[in-house]
């Protein structure tokens, strides 16, 4: 039985995080590589390999441009091998490999030998389309589901959703109790609700609720996270775990035109959010235990999938905007490391030298290694890992 209801627990976390984390995985890596492909074949460069995933190849076929595109069997990532991308052509293999050069023919369709606004515009191409597909995603959804107003600029504080592992998970709030008191204070608002447990950090309330027309009274120990005050202190904020009900809202459809500048509106606000966040990280002013990895971008998949189409829609729409800019950062291995490469190129009028360019992609490939495990260990501490071990060696 206990076998059963494993088997069973493993085929639910398959479908309800697995399926959708992959799917959202395959959908952004393809619109990445798809921009390196098009601009690529737009300046005239041969690609030898378009693949979704990596290792084994799954599925493939080859098109009348000698492209093979592949399905490959680890799907976290892909990638676009160009022609040509050094000198020189490696030929035959083992101890029988050699270089040659290139013949006319190869270097006119080889990258390396492309200007370097066309190999800059080909590296660029990847994180571009990743914003054009965040806003094309939000104003689809601006156009078929609308946008949401609220009749009442006002809101009660009502539970929308409440977090799992949550101080108000372990109090008993559900969705739908409006809060009217804690303690000695009275809540009207949503936004009293937050003042009042912000305030109060690791303290035990009693919350006076109203659920289906009753009046009720409910103890909570509030949570905490830690956070900075106007002097850059690091202070305890405390946390309930439940977010605004959106109220009576009502949606109103927008004009083609008119739903693509609110896509790129939506996606520059997101953009900032995203550097600002980044910057308050480096100046102290946020903890960087709130950046997530693989791990907590598959949680999330799986959550809002269970919330319907366009919530998913969405959340592909940010993590598309995460993408893109990530991918500028001008870090060797990355498409912003190629970049600012090229920068240095174009001011020296001449590439950096093999061994420059070796020790920075050694870099590179430290710094993107030691950032994986950091947000690995996030995640874990995030999914409550650690404790589920314990648990289960007690």
């Not at 892909?78 to 023919?105: A, C, H, N, Q, W």
């Not at 009900?245 to 083609?256: A, C, D, I, L, S």
């Amino acid at each position: 039985m206990e076998i059963l209801s494993l088997f069973m627990a493993k085929l639910s976390f398959i479908w309800e995080i697995g399926i959708p984390f992959l799917v959202a995985l395959t959908i952004l890596v393809f619109v990445h590589e798809l921009g390196h492909y098009a601009v690529a074949r737009w300046c005239n460069v041969k690609i030898e390999v378009f693949s979704i995933g990596f290792g084994p190849e799954l599925k493939g076929w080859d098109d009348r441009h000698g492209t093979r595109w592949k399905l490959s069997a680890i799907p976290l990532g892909g990638y676009v091998k160009m022609f040509g991308e050094s000198e020189t052509i490696l030929e035959g293999e083992g101890e029988d490999e050699k270089e040659r050069p290139m013949t006319p023919e190869e270097e006119a369709v080889s990258f390396h030998h492309k200007s370097l606004p066309q190999r800059a515009a080909v590296v660029f191409a990847g994180p571009f389309i990743n914003f054009i597909f965040a806003v094309l995603a939000f104003a689809a959804l601006f156009m078929t589901l609308g946008v949401p107003e609220p009749v009442s600029d006002k809101p009660l504080a009502v539970v929308g959703a409440v977090s799992p592992n949550s101080a108000a998970a372990a109090g008993g709030l559900k969705m739908g109790d409006q809060i009217t008191r804690i303690g000695d204070s009275n809540v009207s608002y949503f936004t009293d609700l937050q003042r009042i447990i912000g305030a109060n950090p690791e303290q035990n309330l009693v919350l006076k609720i109203v659920r289906d027309g009753k009046n009720l009274t409910v103890d909570i120990k509030t949570g905490f996270r830690n956070g900075k005050n106007a002097a850059g202190e690091t202070i305890k904020i405390g946390l309930l775990g439940v977010s605004a009900h959106p109220g009576e809202v009502k949606y109103t459809r927008q004009n083609p035109a008119k739903a693509l500048w609110m896509g790129v509106e939506r996606t520059y606000i997101f953009t900032v959010r995203i550097l600002e966040y980044i910057r308050d990280i480096f100046v102290g002013k946020q903890s960087a235990d709130e950046l997530g990895g693989i791990l907590r971008i598959a949680q999330i998949s799986g959550q809002v999938a269970e919330l319907g189409v366009a919530s998913f829609v969405s959340f592909l729409a940010i993590l598309s905007v995460n993408l893109g800019l990530i991918n500028l950062f001008p870090i060797p291995l990355l498409d912003g490391g190629h970049l600012a490469f090229y920068i240095i190129e174009a001011i020296r009028g001449r590439p950096l030298g093999p061994k420059a360019q070796e020790y920075g992609f050694r870099l590179g490939l430290t710094f993107v290694i030691a950032l994986f495990l950091f947000v690995t260990w996030n995640d874990l501490v995030h999914l409550k890992f650690f404790e589920f071990i314990t648990g289960l060696l007690t």
